[in-house]
């Protein structure tokens, strides 16, 4: 069974919409973390979440919000989508906050804004 | 800031040949070093980790990798591949401050019978 579910696995939008990434994980773990796969660049580190509270933010606009409502969930919403908004976003999670802690990563939500 | 160097896009490899992927990083301290492999279709999966101590790391499916500080890199080798570890490999870094992995763009891995 998949220990870190992510919903949808495909989404298209259209410029200026909004759409919210589900990630549930069922690994017990404390800690979840976003990060964004775009064309031709390195996956990057997004937002870090602890204990439902944000330890880091990695990304300057604020049209990405990460809601935990829920220590297992760190849905990611996006409002006034861009084209370039379009990447694998990944979920992942690790047992707690520490550097040296192993992440876990979910299957990826292909976006595509048009 | 730190950073992750794969310089190497695609590797094509023959079944049983041996495979080494190079890693370069950029960081002042002692880093945290970590290889995930992604196959087609599924999230990032870890093989291997480096903190301290012995430089030559074991990890699963026969991997292992050779940290140098010196050279700053964390290689990462197999003997004998199979074709199933065709598949993107990542070389990623973090140090304590940060929360996240700082990844290099990967290698896409094809192993041909």
């Known amino acids: 069974d998949p220990k870190i579910i992510q919903k949808p696995k495909y989404l298209v939008a259209v410029t200026g919409s909004e759409k919210i990434l589900i990630c549930e994980q069922y690994l017990g773990h404390n800690a979840m973390y976003w990060y964004r796969q775009s064309a031709k660049k390195p996956l990057e580190f997004m937002f870090s979440y602890s204990y439902q509270k944000l330890m880091d933010n990695q990304t300057a606009s604020s049209r990405f919000q990460p809601q935990s409502s829920k220590k297992n969930h760190l849905d990611l919403q996006i409002t006034a989508l861009k084209p370039d908004d379009s990447a694998t976003y990944f979920c992942?999670?690790?047992?707690?906050?520490?550097?040296?802690?192993?992440?876990?990563f979910g299957p990826g939500t292909r976006l595509t804004v048009l | 800031a730190q950073s992750v160097t794969q310089p190497d896009a695609r590797v094509t490899v023959s079944e049983g040949a041996s495979l080494q992927l190079r890693c370069k990083y950029s960081y002042s301290a002692t880093p945290y070093l970590f290889w995930y492999v992604q196959y087609p279709r599924q999230g990032l999966q870890m093989l291997l980790k480096y903190y301290s101590g012995d430089p030559v790391v074991q990890g699963v499916n026969g991997f292992e990798a050779e940290f140098s500080k010196s050279d700053s890199s964390f290689h990462l080798r197999k003997a004998s591949v199979h074709w199933s570890d065709s598949a993107v490999y990542f070389c990623a870094v973090r140090n304590n401050y940060a929360q996240g992995l700082t990844f290099g763009l990967g290698t896409r891995v094809s192993v041909f019978p």
């Open positions: 992942a999670s690790s047992q707690d906050w520490g550097a040296t802690a192993e992440q876990f």
